[in-house]
């Protein structure tokens, strides 16, 4: 596939707009509904619409040689599918949950919060050290993510536990991210049928946690309510193209470049807020905002002129 950056760019920003969309769409589900048996069906759709692509790119693949035609996915490939299905299945409850007890608004600035993780585990697990410039950036976003989860009032006694609860949703995503990153790297396996695998393992593993939890008849209920499962195929249809245009733009641009278009995601879940669904958004949401769009920006910033002032590997023909 020919690299476009046009192409990409439009990708990157369709998936800014679906992800400042999904925090309103998961909140649009009936009143009173059970947020597990959300998630279970939710994921359901996600899978279903996560198919056709994988069977496209399985067909293709299966045209030309792979460069990863020779290798074996084993015993430790499937340890790491099932371990990261259960986090991201888990990740998708907490979400449903933090996006109607937290607010659609403070749950998407909550997952900002992304970017430290993954500078947590790089330094703990990767040995990757950082500059003082990120270093300094990492520190202002977790002020802006204090001041966030004290809803502007800066004290301990003023936080909200459930802006709290929604840090958990990066903190799994980015473990679930690292773990995976390999598996892209050394298997010949898709993008889409990543997609599918991690729908269907989280699938079950809600399916179990509601059965366990509620003993089976509400969620299997759900399904007959037209309502409800209405509610859940827009939000998975939409976490499904939202993942799948991800992966594409990656082929056309750098991670840098398409994560500092979707940086304004929370101010598309402000907007979708106050213009359609007429709520109010507090001064304290939009300080937040702001210096964490500048803590993320920095960090991107940074990266690039730390990438710059590498030297180049020895031995690096041209």
Partial sequence: MSKSSRTGVVLAFLCLLLLGAMPVLSNARPAGSSGLDFAVWLTAWQLLAALPPSFIERRRRGRRPSAHSGTKTGGRTAVIALATGAMFGLATYMYVVAAEKAGAISMVLALQAYPLFAILWETLFLGKRKSAAELLCTLVMIGALYYLTT????????????????????LLWSVAHILLKRVL??????PSEVTVSRS?????FLLVLAV?????GP???????LPFQRAAAVMGVAYCLELILWFHAMRHIDVSTASTITVPAPAVTMLISVLVLGESVQVYQVVAMAVIAVG?????????????RAPAPSGSGG
């Fill in 212 to 216: 366990a939890v509620e003993g089976g």
């Fill in 219 to 225: 969620v299997f209920g759900a399904f007959t309510d």
């Fill in 185 to 190: 790297e050394t298997t010949p396996i898709t």
């Fill in 200 to 204: 269907a393992i989280s699938g079950v």
């Fill in 296 to 308: 993320i920006y920095g960090l991107l910033i940074a990266g690039r002129r730390k990438a710059a």
């Fill in 151 to 170: 809803a502007g009032t800066l004290l301990v006694s003023g936080i909200s536990w459930w802006s709290l609860f929604a840090l958990g949703i990066p």
